[in-house]
């Protein structure tokens, strides 16, 4: 290793990626509005459910039950229909997502000590929404009923209403949510968001990059000097190692400050882990970048094996612990899911080395795995 | 007259079998590249198979539990969280080991039970059972939160009516109102009919997009561009045997996943129109074609190209309705929705395969999809004709 040709090959590498202000300024273009479009756009809060009502009773009661949705900011009312017949049009169109259908002499049965039978119609297209909808309405009858419970006690017992209550609700539950206490999920996704950003970026631009040697045939330069092929792929990715590194500062800046995530880790700790994560996923763009020949290729394959991936098993949207175990599995198999592990566990959580010393490790063995692997497989006599 | 319709039908029929050998070209260069082949196919079998054992419920969250009562009536509670959603982790001793687990992420929720728990219950008076639940995941934060809501809730409503003597059967004469619920289209509410298809939709989108974008800088950066500038070849049917071309092979790839993965794997009911469904992908990917075109336009290498198409695939992917609903999105973003052509095809792949909506609902998404695709194709094509003059 001469650190003189390692440092002409990155100088070489660097007056390229300089010169091509359009890629270069993409490289921070790209991390930057990754991170505002999906810290602001993502919401997987379920709410304002538009629905739909068939109310045959048209009572006093019937009314107070379905305000109790209509005035939820979880549903949004979007008007009373006459027959059951028109709801499932409207529910094929996604103009409601849940209809509830209360039937006749619904204040009649109850006044007189009767439970009766309501439905609820959900659209069952997208499995998260529907549970929580199906959750939310849960929640809202129980809270009815309990109610309705009191006051048959205090009638049935004569006794207060306030004892009643009491009685008709004998544990409630409190919750309390740790980590994320307004169960923002901006806080849980913007801090997540980092891992994908740097994810993504750094592969694209490392094969990308090496690919486009090979392809224009100026590789050939390389073959033919005397840089060994150690010193070629340390010079070469360094600059974008390098750009990835600028890019963990600047998102963390905009985790911390733009959507205000509290940072409770040490940041020296975090700091290193990213930088190794980094040299991990620009592994990935390397050896990709090996593989193929063309940089139509390399770009699906890069695809294949970053987006794809951390957009499924990283714990972004999916969480990890509610695969089955062939997912989980597989998802130990990405980098990915360690260093979400390291963000939430320094923004979040506020633990440090002693808790996250086997991700940080798995990173590690990653990384020197992926360079061992294009070091081997790099050659500077191709075979055709 | 008769000479006239003569040339015109022999120059039209040159047009086209010039178009038609341009996009034999594609195909042949397209079929050539091995490791790009493998890519397609595994984006479009592998993958829509791989999301497809994925989930998004809760699935044995572990629950630990801090009992200071030790009683009857609290073991009748913890053993309601039960799997699917739940598994039992045991018990801690104080609050200060259920505070560690959570750290660790080894657990997801914290009961606390407090002492005297069956004697409160017994006498009448409310109890609070405290409930912690690790909520750095939004979305398994919410579900374990609503699930442990709904079983206390339903603990205490069941120990409500014990005390006060009225068993099941005499439930009818209580008033109070029984929740029946239906799910539509999808009753088990299975994540393998979900998943596979949002998957299979976008994966229809990072091909429409990245292919014909790569297909047209590739020209530009090798300088082969200029052997086909000077051919009899016009730049329209340049671009549009790219398009075509990668039409064919995006038909190719929904096809092989539709009929292998959603239909041969997971059993999706394909309860809508297929003719209908190609239909709309191939307007939708001669949509994206356009957005890739006016990509490769701008860029004058394939790194340049991926990273402008990522810039625009992303937030596609995010806006378009699968994983984010547009009612919960804040204003502004609910309007970007609307120009996001993939939130037509979620919509319309949704509602044609599981829900089988045929033309006379769609109708207004289609005439959307083709409106925004019309405009972004002749925009593309545009842009595209213009860098030759």
Redesign the interface.
């Known amino acids: 290793m001469n650190s003189r040709r390692i440092f002409a090959v990155a100088y070489k590498e660097w007056r390229e990626i300089v010169r091509d202000r359009l890629f270069l300024s993409l490289a921070f273009v790209v991390p930057v509005s990754l991170m505002l479009i999906f810290g602001y756009g993502i919401n997987l809060d379920v709410e304002h459910i538009p629905f739909a009502v068939v109310d045959h009773d048209k009572s006093a009661l019937s009314r107070d039950y379905l305000h109790r949705y209509i005035d939820s900011r979880y549903f949004a009312y979007q008007g009373d229909l006459a027959s059951e017949r028109e709801i499932g049009p409207l529910l094929a169109d996604s103009r409601i997502r849940l209809a509830i259908i209360i039937p006749p002499r619904f204040e009649e049965n109850l006044m007189a000590g009767r439970s009766v039978a309501i439905q609820t119609l959900i659209d069952g297209t997208f499995t998260f929404r529907t549970s929580s909808s199906k959750g939310y309405v849960i929640a809202i009858n129980a809270a009815f009923n309990s109610e309705l419970l009191g006051n048959y006690i205090s009638q049935r017992l004569g006794i207060p209403l306030e004892t009643a209550r009491e009685m008709a609700q004998p544990v409630t539950a409190e919750l309390r949510y740790m980590y994320n206490q307004e169960i923002k999920s901006v806080w849980s996704i913007a801090t997540v968001l980092m891992m994908f950003v740097l994810m993504i970026t750094p592969p694209f631009l490392t094969a990308l990059g090496v690919v486009r040697e090979k392809e224009n045939g100026s590789i050939y330069n390389i073959y033919a000097s005397t840089v060994t092929r150690g010193e070629f792929l340390i010079g070469k990715l360094a600059p974008y190692v390098g750009i990835s590194i600028l890019n963990i500062l600047i998102l963390w800046l905009m985790v911390a400050r733009l959507f205000g995530a509290p940072f409770k880790g040490d940041p020296l700790f975090f700091f290193l882990a990213s930088v190794i994560y980094v040299i991990c996923t620009t592994g990935i763009g390397l050896l990709v970048s090996l593989l193929v020949r063309t940089q139509v290729a390399a770009m699906m394959m890069t695809v294949v094996v970053t987006v794809v991936p951390s957009v499924l098993y990283s714990g972004l949207l999916v969480p990890i612990a509610s695969m089955d175990p062939a997912g989980q599995f597989e998802a130990h198999l990405f980098p990915a899911m360690y260093y979400t592990d390291i963000i939430l566990g320094s923004f979040l959580k506020g633990v440090g080395m002693e808790q996250l010393w086997g991700k940080v490790l798995a990173l590690l063995i990653y990384a020197i795995v992926l360079w061992t692997a294009s070091f081997l497989m790099f050659h500077k006599r191709p075979k055709s | 007259m008769n000479s006239d319709w003569y040339i015109l039908r022999t120059r039209l029929g040159s047009w086209f079998s010039r178009l038609m050998a341009m996009t034999a070209k594609e195909l042949i260069q397209f079929g050539r ?1 091995t ?2 082949l493998f ?2 196919v ?2 479009f079998v592998f ?1 829509t198979y ?2 497809g ?9 572990v629950v630990v539990v801090h009992d200071a009562d030790h009683s009857a009536a609290s073991r009748e ?1 913890i053993y309601r969280f039960r799997q699917p959603y739940f598994k039992l982790g045991g018990e801690v001793l104080d609050n200060h080991a259920g505070q560690r687990l ?4 080894r657990a ?1 929720v914290v009961l606390d039970i407090p002492p005297d728990f069956a004697h ?2 017994k006498k ?20 374990a ?6 079983i ?6 069941d ?2 009516l014990t ?2 003597g009225i068993d099941e059967r005499a ?17 088990n ?3 393998t ?2 998943m596979p298809i949002s ?1 299979l939709l976008v994966v229809i989108t ?1 091909m429409g997009i ?2 014909p974008a ?2 047209a800088v ?1 020209e530009k ?2 300088g082969t561009i200029e052997q086909l500038l000077v051919s009899p070849l016009t730049p329209i049917q340049i671009l549009l045997s790219k398009v075509i071309a990668m039409t064919v092979v995006i038909l190719l790839g929904t096809a092989m996943s539709l009929f292998f993965v959603l239909h041969g794997v997971f059993a999706v009911p394909m309860k809508g129109s297929l003719i209908l469904f190609f239909a709309v992908t191939t307007i939708y990917s001669f949509t994206t074609a356009g957005l890739g075109l006016y990509i490769a336009t ?7 190209a ?6 625009v695939l ?2 596609m ?3 378009s309705g ?4 547009p ?4 204003m502004g ?1 609910r309007q970007a929705m609307y120009i996001s052509p993939l939130f037509y095809f979620i ?1 319309m792949g ?2 044609i395969l ?4 045929g033309l006379d ?2 109708w207004d998404s289609l005439l959307g999809l083709a409106l925004l695709g019309g405009l972004i194709f002749g925009f593309g094509v545009w842009r595209f004709r213009r860098q030759f003059k």
Do not use: C, H
Request: aromatic share 10%; hydrophobic share 50%.
């Open positions: 590249d490791l790009l890519a397609i595994y984006l993958d791989m999301a054992n994925i989930t998004m419920q809760l699935n044995k969250a509670l959570l750290d660790q992420g997801l409160d219950i009448g008076t409310s109890v609070d059972v405290q409930v912690q639940v690790d909520a750095s995941n939004a979305v398994l934060g919410f579900l939160s609503s699930y442990t809501a709904q206390i809730g339903q603990y205490g409503f120990q409500a005390s006060l439930l009818e004469n209580v008033p109070m109102v029984r929740n029946e619920y239906r799910v539509w289209y999808n009753p509410q299975k994540d009919w979900f998957e990072i990245m292919l790569a297909a590739r950066e090798r701008l860029s004058r290498n394939l790194a340049q991926a990273l402008l198409a990522i810039l992303m937030p992917i995010f806006l699968a994983w984010t609903p009612e919960a999105m804040p973003l919509e949704y509602a599981l829900k089988g909506a609902i769609l």
